[in-house]
């Protein structure tokens, strides 16, 4: 091992804490809504509808997930139903929604507030889909390393 870092064909070391993952996607990113069934981009006066989401890795989700998870542990044996799951991953959507651009819902522009976004990732599951696996993909959010 000794010596090969003085090598001039060899490339610069990776210094692993270059790939800070945490901090990547507590910056949070964009992604482009997709039409459910079409899945072609979606575009309001020209622009794409975008979301902007912190990522799975960031402190804020990992915070919410864990309070989730020490709620569950609280209630000790009871079952977990899915709509709880579901119900879940809206709060965790919602609280990771750092912004969005050209969301029109019922025929209004609506402002990304938390209330909003919980109300969008219930009431559209398409949307929350997309956002769910955005979020959970590193590659969204430390890009090219």
């Not at 990547?24 to 072609?40: C, M, Q, Y």
């Not at 579901?86 to 019922?106: F, K, M, P, S």
């Amino acid at each position: 091992m000794t010596g090969e870092t003085d090598r001039p064909d060899l490339p610069a070391p990776l210094d692993l804490q270059s790939l800070d993952i945490e901090a990547a996607a507590g910056e949070g990113a964009s992604f482009t809504l997709r039409h459910p069934v079409t899945d072609e981009p979606l575009v309001q006066d020209g622009r794409a509808i975008t979301i902007t989401l912190c990522g799975a890795d960031s402190r804020r989700w990992k915070a919410m997930q864990r309070a989730n998870l020490d709620r569950r542990l609280r209630r000790g044996r009871a079952v977990l139903k899915s709509a709880q799951i579901e119900e879940e991953n809206i709060e965790l959507l919602a609280h990771c929604t750092r912004d969005w651009q050209g969301i029109v819902y019922g025929g209004e522009a609506l402002a990304c507030t938390e209330a909003n976004a919980r109300r969008l990732y219930r009431e559209q599951s398409w949307i929350r889909e997309q956002a769910l696996q955005f979020a959970g993909e590193r590659a969204n959010f430390l890009g090219e390393h």
